[in-house]
């Protein structure tokens, strides 16, 4: 029946959780030696170790106090010492102490059983054998039948003096049997409760402020470890609450069973709690996944406990929290140590937490079982800890909030740096489609706008928008000569050159390429070698001088990788309102203006609206060209070469002319142009074609046998059609092709190199010669030109005609002709004027010769006839 203390401790485990392993070393044990508790006034708190006696009761029959205390029944009481736990003990236990009051008064004591979660607590006070006080009380009971208001059960008794007296208890309960005594001098009791209550409230209070500020923390920010912090903060306060009875006290005096029920749930549900947050906290979902899972199903476990702690019969339902729970504390440990040890600085704060408040638990057992003392602050161990570790973990939140919103600002600060890279690329990229590529001048659209923006803040009268034109000339040569990498520096630095030039005028305006105003542009880059510049004027005759600094400025020679250059310049320009009411008419007006400002004489042109006249004038000379090929209203005239050393006949230069029925004679020079541009080049071409071979034909057939040289244009070398044309007009006007000498420009021969080279080659091959026109004027390497398949070189006319007074251009002569001879060229002079010109190419080894000096050019009949008598004319002169 009876059964001893030490087999019932080591079957079953405390349940004052989670105090696992302490509880089995608070055994109490067994001893023979009965002694008496004297109740002595000098020690107003008494803590019972020794002194007492038990006997269990066992299952089958309930015992009455008169059964515990017939003397059959006196060898079943066994005493016992230290802290009395039974752990799991389902029968009731009866208790006897012996008291003696030694004082002559009597004495008022209160009993405290200090664990509150007792079922059932019969307490008898015995004086004399007789029974003096008796109370019913316990869980089961209502919170209001308790003899004193208070968490735990305190009894009062009195002893009287000068007596001996016994107490017996019956104890019986679902849990943890467990019943640690004090025995109070009441006033002393009433102090250490308000000190309790002190502690206990400000206890609760700090974790209830600390939950509820959490949980809006978390509604502001979010933060799912909130969350969880919060719940374990609530479940703390609930466990601590129910664990020390003061749930029953205030909140469900007339529940037991819930009260019961609330202790079992509400530390499951803490633990759930605290598995979640500790996962959220030590981010081991992304540090230590294994860990993660663990937890988690952990925390799955403690949710089944939870429904278990509800559902089960309190002992079997205490016994698996606590033995869960158990292992969540050493899995919660181990977890928080290994985050640590990997450098998780949030997982020492978690250990230091989490051990601290496991420390109290510990000590708060410890107390519990009188181990470590007295009541007061030791008592409030698990309070203690578990408000330090709050502490400890909100302190870790936050720094960790800290350092998270610090990451958060860089990757913000970095984000909003690439966020300002892409808008300055993206406003670079509308920048540069308002920018020359080249010289990053702000280009012919970034001008219309800027010309608009211009005329509409220009004042209503008075001020007139001038808009200039400047293009540079002979720049393909420059390209051919330089190459395009040193023309585009040179475009460059001249651009820059001109800008700063226009910006020191003071009747300038700003030109900008973009939004981001940049005062130091005052050009525009329109297209090719085009700018353009614009300015307010009050007299439009102030343009005239402005245009010619702007040309000087230009035309000023520049030092160029250890070259002295000058580049020639045409300007035009045009004015707002006087004669372009709009941007698109300014421009177009400025374009004519320096197109008719295209010559030596007159580089600068300011618009006129004649011009623009002339302008339609070429209109109707195209239609009226076209009409004149289809009706065979242009003529020919031939200007004859002679041989340089013997002055014999050498060939024919064909050279185009056109009477205008109402214009009179209109110079090649203007018309040629406007056929190229119209289209017109191919049939104007096979016009010339056909009628210089049908006249060669018939100057070999009167015995003239030599060459005839075609002028053709870069238009023709572009035409697929042209080898076809000249091989089948050859054919059919019966004339050997070697006969035939097609003269292109130097800078015709230039432009579109490979393509030129192809069409040449293929001329060549039909045995066609090919010369070089107005050699000297294009820059142009020879280095290239000797890739070309060319028989013959002609000196420019310009070279030629004052050679015979001009040392400059008789050393150019003479070099070009010592030049290409070495190279195995025909050399042709052209545009010899004078008797000396001609001695002096002759003496220079010229091979063949050309100008007004010798003939002029003349109709087909007279040419004949002069080179008929000429024969004699210059023979004698070789
Ligand atoms: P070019 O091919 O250089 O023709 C030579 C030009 O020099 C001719 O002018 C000729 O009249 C002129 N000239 C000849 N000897 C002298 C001289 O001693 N002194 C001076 N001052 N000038 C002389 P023209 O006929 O006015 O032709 C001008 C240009 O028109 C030609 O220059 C040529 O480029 C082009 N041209 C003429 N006819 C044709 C043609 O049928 N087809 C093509 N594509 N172009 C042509
Ligand atoms: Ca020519
Ligand atoms: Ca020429």
Redesign the pocket.
């Known amino acids: 029946m009876l059964r001893l203390p030490e087999l019932s401790m080591v079957r079953r485990l405390p349940v004052a959780w989670p105090a696992i392993a302490v509880g089995t070393l608070l055994i109490a044990w067994a001893t023979c030696a009965q002694t008496t508790i004297e109740l002595n006034p000098e020690q107003p708190r008494f803590m019972i170790d020794e002194g007492v006696e038990y006997l269990i009761e066992g299952p089958d029959r309930r015992l009455s106090l008169d059964d515990v205390r017939s003397p059959e029944r006196s060898d079943d009481w066994t005493a016992i010492s230290g802290v009395i736990n039974f752990g799991f003990q389902r029968d009731a236990v009866w208790y006897r102490l012996d008291l003696r009051n030694t004082t002559p008064e009597s004495l008022t004591r209160h009993l405290e059983i200090r664990y509150p979660l007792l079922t059932r607590v019969d307490f008898h006070h015995v004086v004399d054998d007789q029974l003096v006080t008796h109370y019913a009380t316990g869980l089961a009971q209502s919170f209001r039948e308790r003899p004193i208001n208070y968490r735990t059960f305190v009894l009062p008794f009195s002893a009287p003096g000068d007596s001996s007296s016994q107490i017996y208890l019956r104890i019986q309960t679902n849990g943890s049997h467990q019943v640690p005594m004090v025995i109070w001098d009441p006033g002393e009791f009433l102090q250490a409760a308000q000190d309790d209550l002190l502690i206990h409230g400000m206890f609760y209070g700090t974790l209830l402020i600390m939950a509820v500020f959490v949980l809006l923390l978390y509604a502001s920010i979010r933060e799912r470890s909130l969350i969880y912090f919060s719940g374990v903060l609530f479940g703390l306060v609930i466990s601590t609450a129910a664990l020390h009875g003061t749930t029953f006290q205030y909140l469900l005096p007339n529940s037991p069973q819930v009260q019961e029920r609330l202790m079992l749930t509400a530390i499951p549900m803490t633990v759930v709690f605290f598995c979640m947050f500790c996962a959220s906290f030590l981010q081991l979902g992304e540090r230590l996944p294994k860990a993660n899972r663990l937890v988690v199903g952990t925390a799955g476990c403690m949710l089944i406990a939870f429904v278990a702690g509800a559902l089960l019969p309190y002992h079997l339902a205490a016994e698996a929290i606590l033995w869960l729970s158990a292992i969540v504390c050493i899995i919660l440990l181990a977890v928080g140590g290994l985050s640590a040890l990997r450098g998780n600085r949030n997982g020492i704060y978690f250990v230091i937490a989490w051990s601290t408040l496991l420390g109290g638990i510990i000590v708060n057992v410890l107390n519990l079982g009188g181990l470590t003392g007295r009541y007061g602050i030791i008592g409030m161990s698990l309070e203690g800890g578990a408000v330090f570790a709050a502490a400890v973990f909100a302190v870790a939140l936050g720094e960790r909030f800290r350092r998270e919103t610090a990451a958060w600002m860089r990757e913000h600060k970095k984000h909003l740096t690439s966020l300002r890279r892409q808008r300055e690329a993206e406003r670079q990229v509308v920048e540069s489609a308002r920018q020359h590529r080249l010289t990053g001048l702000p280009n012919r659209v970034a001008l219309e706008q800027c010309l608009q923006n211009q005329i509409n803040e220009l004042p209503a009268a008075g001020q007139h928008l001038a808009l200039v034109m400047l293009h540079l000339k002979n720049f393909d040569d420059l390209n051919r000569t330089l190459g395009h990498e040193y023309a585009d520096q040179l475009l460059t630095t001249l651009a820059r050159r001109l800008n700063d030039g226009v910006v020191q005028i003071p009747q300038s305006m700003t030109i900008a390429p973009s939004s981001s105003d940049k005062p130091d542009h005052a050009l525009a880059h329109v297209e090719g070698v085009t700018f353009a510049c614009s300015f307010t004027v009050e007299e439009p005759e102030l343009m005239t001088s402005i245009m010619q600094h702007l040309a000087d400025n230009v035309q000023q020679p520049l030092d160029f990788e250890q070259m002295h250059l000058s580049v020639g310049v045409v300007c035009g320009c045009a004015y707002y309102p006087d004669d372009s009411q709009d941007v698109g008419t300014l421009l177009r007006h400025a374009f004519i203006a320096y197109g008719s400002a295209d010559t030596d004489v007159r580089p600068l042109a300011i618009y006129r609206h004649d011009e623009n006249l002339h302008n339609a004038h070429r209109l109707t000379l195209m239609t009226d060209l076209k009409q004149a090929i289809d009706n065979d209203n242009l003529s020919?005239?031939f200007?004859p070469q002679v041989r340089g050393d013997s002055g014999e006949y050498f060939g024919m230069?064909?050279?185009?002319?056109w009477e205008h029925p109402r214009q009179g004679f209109i110079?090649?020079?203007q018309f040629?142009p406007v056929a190229e541009r119209s289209g017109l080049?191919p049939a104007?071409?096979a016009w010339?074609l056909d009628k210089a071979l049908a006249s060669h034909k018939r100057f070999e057939q009167a015995g003239l046998l030599g060459t005839i040289s075609?002028?053709?244009?870069p238009v023709?070398l572009r035409d697929d059609g042209f080898l076809e044309l000249v091989r089948s007009t050859l054919e059919k006007h019966q004339v050997e092709p070697h006969r035939l000498v097609l003269?292109v420009?130097e800078t015709a021969a230039m432009r579109e190199f490979e393509r030129t080279l192809k069409v040449l080659r293929s001329l060549n091959d039909l045995n066609i010669q090919i010369s070089i026109?107005?050699f000297g004027t294009g820059h142009s390497s020879l280095a290239y030109l000797r890739r070309l398949p060319v028989q013959e070189i002609?000196i420019?006319?310009s070279f030629v005609?004052e050679m015979d007074r001009n040392q400059d251009d008789l050393t150019i002569v003479r070099t070009i002709i010592d030049m290409c001879h070495n190279l195995g060229y025909r050399i042709v002079a052209?545009?010899?004027?004078s008797d000396r010109s001609l001695q002096l190419l002759r003496e220079m080894g010229c091979d063949v010769a050309?100008?007004?000096?010798i003939a002029?050019?003349l109709p087909p009949d007279q040419a004949e006839s002069w080179v008929q008598q000429s024969g004699t004319q210059h023979s004698g002169e070789q």
Do not use: A, C, H
């Not at 230069?653 to 002319?657: A, D, G, I, M, S």
């Not at 075609?710 to 244009?713: D, F, H």
């Not at 052209?830 to 004027?833: A, F, K, T, Y």
């Open positions: 020919l005239v200007q230069e064909t050279l185009l002319r110079p090649p020079d040629i080049m104007l071409t010339v075609v002028n053709i244009s023709n003269e420009t026109d107005d002609k420019d006319r005609m052209e545009g010899i004027e050309q100008g007004y000096f002029r050019p």
